[in-house]
């Protein structure tokens, strides 16, 4: 768990000895000049024949992939391994960029359509094999598709300041998540503001100090939001004292020193004594920013921040804990909220909340509303008072008493009379108390196992416990007894962790073995090794144990339900007795947790997989294992099996046939060529997965699975669909992204359930779809982007289900036949705008997308058809995007629901008026001065984007500032011609960016702009100074 890499921003990948000495060098120094933290691949980190260590680390970490394709980028298997990763992570993770560069090459060449990188792929096929060869070359086409940036014949300076652009404005949005919630919390932010005296040159250190659950880590955040960008460099640690006790105050050091410097880190050598001299030269002459949460030791304090002249003048170091017993207190005012510790200590005390902001963040979350209903009044006051003012228990029994009826109420207030008034836990475990049996396994997993794990990870094993996770869990979240993150990860207050495992501990406290769980490594280890194993022993997880090459005899754990190893990276061989586990239901050998498949493990497993006759979810992965013993169809009661990257595993057993329970199969990134014809017999099978597979062919069997719901072939060879695909008449998805299918076969019409038909991605996929098509009467979704499609039949009109429908990027695409009504979203590429019929008829379209052609217009054509637009009533959002193309006059007022508009155009004159409801408006690439009157009417305008607009002045210090009082958000970039910018009368901007605007002399207003807190001026060279800002109390950027 090395956080060695754990906060690189961009992630260079380029072949060293194309431009590691001239551009590459520019383009890192300069992205480290402006303050962002760069990784630049190095040789000598590169081992084997695999991605790993510091390497996978920097690109998982990365928020940003900038690959720099030279004419022998190709040449290096490294390179396309490093590309192959950075398109598998920007694809999992949302936030995740890439931003491609071509240096000597034309896009093209990296979509393989020139023999450049062919050749050099043609090359590794006899070294690496098919699989990679087909792999990489998904991942060139993929990113080749990405808008970047070309070098021929144009400066490297100019380049490298655009990118420079792009990835700060990127990069800008990152900070501290804070609660949704926010009640209270504006007099503790402006109290820390006070005694961290941000005027002063002295080296500060405040430490907030309160019980658990009473908001210091919220407090910090807020603050940390708000100062952050007035130091050199910032760092937020989180739990410091969980890190501590699992001896990783070294990796803290790591990250805390990547945070500060921007750059890679200096070596520690796993000395935290080396850390601490290397903090001290390091930091001594910068002003930093430091956060240490949850500290409850001198000691931890004196390794990452333990003296003052470590920091330079103007530091300031905020420290979150709940005991300051550790620090020596000098003096002491029981009065007040403040302690005096030295000159350069100050101690403030969150209190709990006062009985009207209590009141509040109760009823916010108990009724979802600021304050009670009268018939409510008396008894929301009554449970607030007996809460204590706590803001965690102010939140999680508000929550569980959401939709509650008024009895229910009553009863928590008797259950709260009970529990004395410090006692934090108790106060909490009366909404466990409230759950059913099952949610509070599901509670008790998550607090033991799963904090920080996408949800998805856990949900077999409770629904192989027989429980109902996708209801239980969203039970939980409502009760605030857990909170699902924005990228689906499970989340827990440590207050509530920590009343988790103390319920498990309470099972037994002399004896692990006698507990239902055990969640710590070297625990779980002992107590089977040493046999003092009970039957309530239940669950078992063993993870990251460096040293364990061989399981453990689990001969004694004969009631164990549930058993997970994983990331013990150097386990070679499963014991014999983990076959015997009679009562098994769950079994997970994951050695990597991010199992690839060109870097297994080598395994020995006993033959015996029959023994395991109660296991409903076997999860086995990165094994070299060539084959499947035939007992696996002994394990009838198997509902999900998983054997992801079995590096050599070809074919698999007839004997699969037998498992009759089985629901899910996948067999992503093995090596297996076919399927055998006993597949045809999982009348069960609900989901199918085969993707990054080498088939070439399904069998006809498959028509056999009559429960089959969802096929996956992403990535597949599979060039040809059997007919007997007819059969599956309960098929809802069928996904073929970049597979190499040539045609849809006719029988896709007699998949009379389907409901998404993906195709993206596909360069093999020609001509016309067949004429069935338009049987599919339940298709929702039809996606052919990036294909070579012609033409969809006529009998499209037919679908009266289909929703959305992509053929962007599909260049050989001729002309629109008639859609059905039913569409509501619609995108296609430029060029067919010229040939579309009249698509007014298309009344329930919500969003239309002409954009993503690369095919050249014929502009003797004359004007595109475009009038049909304004026929379109429900329309909310939609993208124009083609440059050097004049518009006729499209009248959009009528648009009444439109929100959001992107148009790259060269005249935006033909925009007669635009519809009061608007909410964002993006004008890119304008020719023609902007009539500042287009937004006069734009009242319910949030976001305004303007980019290389011919203006030369930008003026809202008029009427029409004051019209856009719902102006949040404003974006100015590349416009060469602007000299002025007038913002004084937009009250409600937030957020103002301007960006290479070279002849810009100066920005009015923004003094007077109370509410702005992110405010980003970059190239431009013209603008000498700004106002005083000071009196701006939101900026915080």
Not at 186 to 211: K, P
Not at 400 to 421: A, E, H, I, N, Q
Not at 489 to 500: A, C, I, S, V
Request: aromatic residues 8%; proline residues 4%; charged residues 25%.
């Amino acid at each position: 768990d090395s956080l060695l890499g754990a906060e690189f921003e961009v992630f260079l990948s380029f072949r060293g000895p194309d431009t590691r000495l001239n551009f590459t060098d520019c383009l890192y120094h300069s992205l480290v000049g402006a303050g962002i933290r760069v990784f630049r691949d190095n040789e000598k980190i590169r081992k084997g024949e695999q991605i790993g260590g510091e390497l996978l680390n920097a690109i998982k970490s990365s928020k940003i992939y900038v690959p720099i394709f030279s004419r022998n980028y190709a040449s290096s298997a490294w390179c396309l391994r490093e590309l192959t990763q950075m398109v598998e992570c920007s694809s999992k993770v949302n936030d995740k960029v890439i931003l491609p560069i071509f240096y000597d090459v034309n896009p093209d060449d990296v979509k393989l359509k020139t023999q450049l990188y062919l050749d050099a792929l043609e090359k590794h096929k006899e070294k690496f094999g098919i699989y990679d060869v087909q792999q990489w070359k998904e991942a060139l086409t993929e990113v080749a598709r990405i808008k970047g940036w070309g070098l021929k014949d144009k400066g490297h300076g100019e380049i490298i300041n655009t990118i420079i652009d792009e990835v700060l404005t990127k990069l800008m949005k990152r900070r501290r998540n804070l609660p949704d919630y926010l009640v209270g919390i504006h007099d503790h932010v402006e109290a820390i503001m006070d005694l961290l005296n941000e005027g002063t040159s002295d080296v500060r250190y405040l430490v907030i100090h309160g019980m658990g659950g009473i908001g210091k880590t919220t407090l910090a955040s807020a603050v940390f939001n708000r100062i952050s960008n007035q130091f050199q460099g910032c760092s937020f640690l989180l739990d410091i004292r969980k890190s501590a006790q699992h001896g990783r105050i070294i990796d803290l050091q790591k990250q805390l020193l990547l945070e500060i410097l921007q750059v890679d880190s200096p070596k520690i050598h796993d000395s935290v004594d080396m850390g601490i001299n290397i903090i001290g030269e390091r930091f001594r002459d910068k002003k930093v920013l430091l956060v240490l949460d949850d500290v409850d030791k001198w000691d931890q304090l004196s390794k990452l921040a333990g003296k003052s002249n470590w920091f330079g003048l103007g530091s300031r170091i905020i420290i979150t804990t709940r005991d300051i017993n550790f620090l020596p207190i000098k003096e002491e005012d029981e009065e007040s909220n403040f302690q005096a510790h030295s000159e350069e200590f100050k101690i403030y005390k969150m209190t709990e909340m006062n009985s009207f902001h209590a009141l509040q963040l109760f009823c916010k979350h108990a009724l979802r509303m600021d304050f009670p209903l009268n018939d409510y009044d008396d008894i929301s006051c009554k449970i607030t008072n007996k809460t204590g003012g706590l803001p965690l228990a102010l939140e999680v029994i508000g929550s569980s008493l959401y939709c509650k009826s008024k009895k229910f109420w009553k009863d928590t207030l008797k259950k709260l009379d009970l529990v004395p008034r410090q006692e934090v836990f108790n106060k909490l475990k009366i909404s466990y108390d409230m759950l059913e049996h099952c949610q509070r396994e599901i509670f008790l997993d998550i607090a033991c196992y799963f904090i920080g794990r996408e949800r998805l990870y856990p949900y077999y094993m409770w629904k192989a416990s027989n429980y109902f996770p996708k209801s239980e869990v969203l039970v939980l979240a409502r009760m605030s007894l857990i909170k699902i993150e924005k990228n689906d990860t499970l989340w827990m207050h440590d207050q509530l962790r920590d009343l988790g495992r103390e319920i498990v501990q309470c099972e037994d406290v002399n004896f692990p073995g006698k507990r239902s769980r055990l969640w710590l490594p070297k625990i779980a280890l002992d107590v089977v090794q040493m046999k003092e194993v009970s039957e309530n022993l239940k669950v078992i997880r063993i993870t990251h144990c460096p040293s364990l090459r061989r399981t453990p005899d689990f001969s004694k754990c004969s009631n164990l339900k549930r058993l997970i190893l994983q990331g013990c990276t150097t386990l070679l061989v499963v014991d014999g007795s983990f076959f015997k586990l009679e009562h098994l239901k769950h079994l997970q050998i994951s050695p990597m947790e991010f199992p690839k498949r060109d870097n297994c493990n080598l395994f020995a497993v006993p033959y015996v997989l029959g023994g395991l006759k109660s296991l409903s979810t076997l999860k086995m992965e990165r094994m070299q294992i060539q084959e499947l013993h035939h007992s696996i169809g002994e394990m009838t009661r198997l509902e999900y099996l998983s054997l992801a990257s079995f590096c050599f595993l070809e074919t698999l057993p007839d004997s699969i046939g037998q498992l009759k329970s089985l629901l899910e199969l996948e067999l992503n990134n093995t090596r297996i060529t076919s399927l055998p014809h006993s597949i045809g017999d999982l009348k069960m099978l609900r989901k199918m997965s085969l993707l990054g597979t080498q088939i070439k062919q399904l069998p006809n069997a498959i028509g056999g699975l009559q429960s089959l719901l969802n096929l996956d072939l992403r990535g597949t060879c599979i060039s040809e669909l059997p007919s007997s695909i007819g059969n599956l008449k309960r098929l809802e998805i069928l996904c073929l992204d970049g597979s190499a299918i040539r045609e849809l076969p006719k029988a896709i019409g007699m998949l009379e359930s389907l409901k998404d038909l993906e195709a993206r991605f596909c360069e093999n996929l020609e001509g016309e779809i067949p004429i069935e098509i338009g049987d599919l009467s339940f298709l929702r979704m039809l996606d052919l982007r990036s294909s070579k499609i012609r033409r969809l039949p006529t009998t499209m009109n037919q679908l009266s289900h289909l929703q959305q429908l992509c053929l962007c990027q599909c260049d050989q695409f001729e002309q629109l036949p008639e859609l059905p009504m039913s569409l509501k979203e619609l995108e296609f590429p430029p060029h067919l705008l010229w040939t579309a019929p009249n698509l007014s008829y298309l009344t329930n379209v919500v969003d239309l997308h002409v954009w993503g052609g690369t095919q050249l217009v014929d502009f003797t054509q004359g004007a595109p058809n475009i009038k049909w637009i304004e026929g379109l009533s429900k329309l909310e959002r939609m993208t124009l995007c083609m440059r050097d193309v004049i518009f006729p006059p499209i009248n959009l007022v009528t648009l009444s629901r439109l929100q959001s508009l992107e148009m790259t155009c060269v005249d935006p004159h033909f925009l007669m008026e635009l519809p009061s409801n608007l909410e964002r408006l993006s004008l890119i690439n304008v020719k023609s001065p902007i009539g500042m009157s287009l937004f006069s009417y734009l009242t319910n305008l949030s976001t305004l984007n303007l980019g290389k607009c011919w203006l030369r002045e930008v003026d809202f210090d008029n009427a029409l500032g004051q019209q856009l009082e719902k102006l949040h958000s404003l974006d100015v970039r590349e416009s060469k011609l602007l000299e002025r910018l007038s913002v004084s009368r937009l009250k409600g901007l937030q957020d103002l960016t301007v960006l290479a605007c070279p002849g810009l002399t100066e920005i009015q207003g923004t003094e007077k702009l109370e509410l702005l807190e992110a405010l980003f001026i970059h190239r431009c060279s013209s603008l000498e100074r700004l106002p005083d800002l000071s009196e701006l109390k939101k900026l915080r950027r």
